[in-house]
């Protein structure tokens, strides 16, 4: 069964550390996303991957890095953690034509 | 803003109800994605409908699709509590992207 495993599930961060949430895939999807959602909001697209090696900026990059080592991994990383940065973050993979897959979330909390 | 709709809004309705949800979006798609969501789970597609379908139906559920006024609806019928959730609509920038923009979604409780 096509799954996407989000580590950690949750996590508490300091304000200015560095933050690395990853995402893994056994679907072999070609694409991945990575969202966040705010309470009582819907998703926003921050970075995107098509390919290994490759990523694209999504709608709210700032802040934000992505990492895509192989197919079946992609990393989201926060250099230098911000309060604003508290909210929920879901990967999701794709298949061509297909809608997108997402992970179960990971709950980020900056202090 | 992408949406017509600027703020989450709540529906509550006894089981057995029919509901209607409704969505308008500002920029061009070709697909409206429909996804609920659980609490504390991620969204799960429900129902996607394209631009050349008017209409999209999945068991209890109904989609639908008006280009012209940019709008999508999301209809269940008979509802049941299991129906209790969060539900978006998206739409897909660009052509086969995958890339989505959810509106702020309607929260529906559904009381036995």
């Known amino acids: 069964e096509a799954a996407v495993t989000q580590s950690p599930r949750s996590k508490v961060a300091v304000t200015g550390g560095k933050v690395t949430l990853s995402c893994h895939q056994t679907n072999n999807h070609d694409y991945m996303y990575w969202y966040r959602q705010d309470t009582g909001h819907g998703l926003r697209l921050i970075h995107y991957s098509y390919v290994a090696d490759s990523t694209e900026k999504g709608d709210i990059p700032d802040g934000y890095k992505a990492s895509r080592p192989s197919q079946e991994n992609f990393s989201l990383i926060l250099e230098l953690a911000s309060l604003s940065q508290t909210a929920v973050y879901f990967c999701a993979t794709r298949d061509n034509n297909q809608a997108p897959l997402f992970g179960e979330g990971t709950r980020l909390s900056v202090l | 803003s992408q949406w017509g709709e600027e703020n989450l809004q709540a529906l509550s309705i006894q089981e057995g109800e029919d509901v209607t949800m409704n969505c308008s979006y500002k920029?061009?798609?070709?697909?409206v994605h429909w996804y609920r969501q659980d609490s504390g789970r991620g969204p799960a597609l429900i129902i996607l409908?394209?631009?050349?379908?008017r209409e999209k139906r999945s068991g209890r559920l109904r989609a639908t699709l008006d280009t012209s006024s940019q709008s999508s609806s999301l209809s269940i019928t008979a509802a049941q509590c299991e129906d209790t959730a969060v539900y978006f609509c998206a739409t897909e920038t660009g052509a086969n992207t995958g890339k989505l923009t959810f509106g702020h979604g309607t929260i529906l409780r559904v009381h036995p």
């Open positions: 920029t061009y798609t070709t697909v």
């Open positions: 409908i394209r631009s050349n379908e």
